[in-house]
């Protein structure tokens, strides 16, 4: 079995693939501070608990966002597991070109989605990641990433508006029965869920007319991936384990 782990801002994301067959996903929380033993346990006891045995995993890739996790995290991986882990950094194979002015600037995030979403449904192609923050990122025919858009995640500006606003309270994120809001929460759950509806329907629009590019397929993945792509006809796949797929494809590629 391999474990593939996705280090992102808020969550730590786990999954497990016998083959090509994703056995199970699971999450820890980034923010808490955790010694190696405790990424160790946790992971061994979380496995365990689904019914996935530690003896069972045989190697695992890592790709993370979040620098200050992984010197414990990979011992943890190390002690707990017998594994080495092969880390998402500079250098290492993943089938993707990056063209960019800076490409040691790219996200490994970015490029497992992107790595993802090119084996899996080819080229060119705009995945789009609904995490803390929400990317857009094109790659083209021939597997090169080409450019890419950040901008605030929906949680972002979420907690914006009540930190910063002293009469705003803290919300559910979820789409409003309509967008003629009349009261104070669903008025600000229709401007961030609609808001980013028309913010990824702009985007997409223009880098896809900029690009000058046919035929091309948007993948979107990401917690709310999935509420915003429900609400508009500008993508077309919605794809809740791409990160992990693209982890499992670029493992592959390292040939071990």
Known sequence: MLMAIDVGNTNITIGVFEG??????????????????????????????????RKNVKDAIIASVVPAVMHSLVSGVIKYFD????????GIKTGIKIVTENPKQIGADRIVDAAGA???????VLVLDYGTAT????????GAFMA????????????????????????????????????????MQAGLVYGQIGQTEYIVKH???????????VVA????????????????????????????????KQGR
């Open 221 to 252: 993945t990401g917690g709310l991936g999935g509420m915003i792509s429900q609400e508009t006809n500008c993508i077309d796949i919605y794809d809740p384990n791409l990160t992990l797929q693209g982890m499992r494809f670029i493992y592959n």
């Open 135 to 142: 990317t857009y990122d094109l790659v083209s025919a021939d």
């Open 83 to 90: 594994i080495n882990p092969v880390i998402v950094e500079p």
């Open 20 to 53: 090509e067959t994703l056995v199970g996903t699971f999450r820890l929380t980034t923010s808490i501070p955790r010694t190696s033993d405790e990424y160790g346990v946790s992971i061994g006891e979380i496995l365990e608990t689904n019914g996935i045995s």
């Open 207 to 217: 880098m896809i007319e900029e690009s000058g590019y046919e035929n091309v397929k």
């Open 118 to 124: 090119y084996e899996l449904y080819g080229g060119p």
């Open 148 to 187: 890419g858009v950040t901008a605030p995640g929906i949680r972002i500006s979420a907690k914006a508006l009540w930190r910063d606003a002293a009469k705003l309270p803290e919300i559910e994120i979820k789409k409003p029965e309509h967008i003629l809001a009349r009261e104070t929460i669903s008025s």
